[in-house]
């Protein structure tokens, strides 16, 4: 099944655009896991699968993950969702390894689009891997300093990854 969205007049993407640039993401994810221990390749995987699933349905604003050692946030990174990517460079995965840490502790949230309403989340609910719930915690990452970011793009569909350290 080939399907095709127009994020405006002039930019397009299709559902294998999509899949380009999550698989981009789900390589950031399994090397944050692994490099930092706090999430096996399984974990990872799965998470990238559900940022799929949910990109895919046009429900994603972006994907937070962050880093905590005993509690203390150290390092964060940001992905968020671009309908209109047209202009966005393409980078490689990977960039500054995630340190390892006493009590590692990985924290990925979620934001959905408004399209994400309660028929919505019913109708995709058994596409998940994860069980998602809702929290009010705090993603501004303000103990920490912007440290870069790369993009990740196919045609008008990417993810802007922004980074935060200590």
């Known amino acids: 099944m080939s399907q095709t969205r127009t994020a405006s007049a002039s930019a397009t993407y299709t559902v294998v655009d999509i899949e380009k640039v999550v698989r981009l993401v789900k390589a950031d994810l399994m090397m944050i896991g692994d490099s930092t221990g706090a999430w096996t390749p399984e974990e990872a995987g799965q998470y990238a699968h559900d940022v799929e699933v949910l990109a895919k349905a046009g429900y994603l604003e972006h994907v937070d993950v962050t880093l905590?050692?005993?509690g203390v946030e150290i390092k964060?990174?940001?992905?968020?969702?671009?309908?209109?990517a047209g202009s966005l460079t393409s980078s490689r995965p990977g960039g500054v390894m995630w340190p390892k840490v006493a009590k590692p502790?990985?924290?990925?949230?979620?934001?959905?689009?408004?399209?994400y309403t309660a028929a919505a989340r019913a109708a995709i609910k058994d596409k998940l891997k994860i069980n998602w719930t809702s929290t009010d915690a705090d993603t501004s990452h303000s103990t920490l300093k912007a440290a870069g970011g790369r993009d990740y793009a196919s045609n008008a569909y990417?993810?802007?990854r922004k980074d935060w350290a200590a």
């Open 68 to 70: 905590f050692s005993d």
């Open 76 to 84: 964060a990174t940001r992905f968020n969702v671009d309908t209109d």
């Open 105 to 115: 502790y990985l924290r990925l949230i979620l934001r959905y689009t408004d399209a």
């Open 158 to 160: 990417g993810m802007q």
